[in-house]
């Protein structure tokens, strides 16, 4: 049972474009939503996060935006650069009496060609 | 400010036999969660540990348990070894436990069991 999917493996954009990377879940009851941005032989950076009441959060060139209703949230990077490649990882939070568990999807490999 | 570390960073392992790693928060961080990171399956939570506590729990069997000590590191044992044991299990710290506390990622741990 997949609570969080990221439907693709892979996406390649051009250097100064936007990267839109996409994530849908499935558990109405996640509340918290994040980004991470992982490079081979590193653990997971966290990037950005958004909470289950906003819509939209924005840190520099990430934008984070979530649709509740259709269960989708999307990273977008504007513009891209050459050391955004990596893999990235939608997350989502369930708090369960207190305590955190993170859902992860599988992960999108983003390739920025110069 | 020391990240997360985790040692070893590799190990090969046989079938049946067990396997400890190691984990050592961020300095003031008393939450320790663990995860483990295969290629179909992508990040899977195991565990989180705050204040020496069990807070959360996996789908994961038995052979897979962890521990908290006095400091907050953490520990992993995995017993009688599978060959589909063999991942990236990755460790996370927060200041705390609960939805939206920032977890920060150590590198890993790369088991391979043959």
């Known amino acids: 049972d997949q609570q969080v999917k990221q439907n693709s493996p892979s996406l390649s954009v051009q250097e100064g474009r936007i990267s839109i990377l996409n994530c849908d879940y499935t558990?109405?009851?996640?509340?918290?939503f994040l980004w991470y941005k992982k490079y081979p032989a590193e653990g997971p950076t966290f990037l950005i996060s958004?909470?289950?009441?906003?819509d939209k959060n924005e840190d520099g060139r990430f934008t984070v935006f979530l649709n509740k209703s259709a269960k989708h949230l999307s990273l977008h990077i504007v513009p891209s650069q050459p050391g955004d490649s990596a893999v990235y990882f939608c997350?989502?939070?369930?708090?369960?009496?207190?305590?955190?568990?993170?859902?992860f999807g599988q992960g999108t490999r983003l390739t920025i060609n110069p | 400010k020391a990240g997360v570390t985790q040692t070893p960073r590799y190990l090969i392992k046989t079938r049946g036999q067990q396997v400890t790693l190691s984990c050592s928060p961020i300095?003031?961080?008393?939450?320790v969660s663990w995860y483990q990171q295969t290629p179909g399956q992508g990040l899977q939570f195991l565990f989180e540990?705050?204040?020496?506590?069990?807070?959360n729990k996996g789908n994961f069997p038995g052979r897979f348990s962890g521990r908290q000590f006095s400091n907050s590191r953490s520990e992993m044992n995995v017993s009688t070894l599978e060959l589909g044991d063999s991942a990236l299990y990755l460790c996370?710290?927060?200041?705390?436990?609960?939805?939206?506390?920032?977890?920060?990622f150590g590198p890993g741990t790369r088991l391979t069991v043959l």
């Open positions: 996370a710290s927060s200041l705390a436990s609960g939805a939206g506390n920032e977890q920060f």
């Open positions: 558990n109405s009851m996640f509340d918290y």
């Open positions: 958004i909470s289950s009441i906003k």
């Open positions: 997350a989502a939070s369930l708090g369960i009496q207190g305590a955190q568990k993170l859902v």
């Open positions: 300095s003031g961080h008393r939450s």
């Open positions: 540990y705050f204040s020496e506590t069990q807070r």
